[in-house]
């Protein structure tokens, strides 16, 4: 079976590579959890550092891992997409609301959106791609591909 483009890659060996990836990437997320703990509706710390880690580390791999191959599969969709956490977003976000903390769930929302955007952004900032563009665009020499 072909997945992304590569025969070299076998479905069972994609499968393989995102569960193993997912399973340490929550495992971490866990972990974070676990080292600051939260209350539902208080500013829920643990869920923001790792979004925004994630977000960071997310902004480093699209610069150099390239997508549809096996590594890509393992440390962006699985570590990453298990580390990082919207669903925890969503309850903490509904924690608050029900709380009657609306204006700190939409702070919050605002917060983590804006750091996780920032955070890819200072991961693509002067870092050359594989192309040897920067995030502006710009190559090494400062000139226009």
């Keep these: 079976m ?3 483009g590569a025969t ?3 479905l069972s060996r994609v499968l ?3 569960a193993f990836g997912g399973a340490v990437g929550a495992t971490g997320r866990w972990a974070v959890g676990e ?3 939260t209350e539902p509706g208080v500013w829920p710390w643990a869920t ?5 880690v994630g977000s960071l580390a997310i902004g480093f791999a699209a610069r150099g891992v390239d997508r549809d ?4 599969a393992l440390l962006v969709t699985g570590v990453l997409g ?3 956490t ?4 969503a309850v903490e976000l509904n924690d608050f609301v029900e709380a009657e903390r609306t204006a700190v769930a939409v702070t919050y929302g605002a917060v983590t959106l804006a750091a996780g955007v920032l955070a890819t952004m200072v991961a693509g900032n002067g870092v050359p791609g594989r192309n040897g563009a920067s995030v502006s665009g710009a190559t090494h020499d400062g000139s226009r591909p």
């Design 82 to 84: 298990g580390f990082t």
């Design 2 to 4: 072909e997945l992304f």
């Design 69 to 72: 191959t096996l590594r890509w």
């Design 48 to 52: 923001l550092v790792v979004n925004v």
């Design 86 to 89: 919207f669903s925890a977003l």
């Design 8 to 10: 070299s890659s076998p």
């Design 35 to 37: 080292l600051i703990p």
């Design 16 to 18: 393989a590579a995102v």
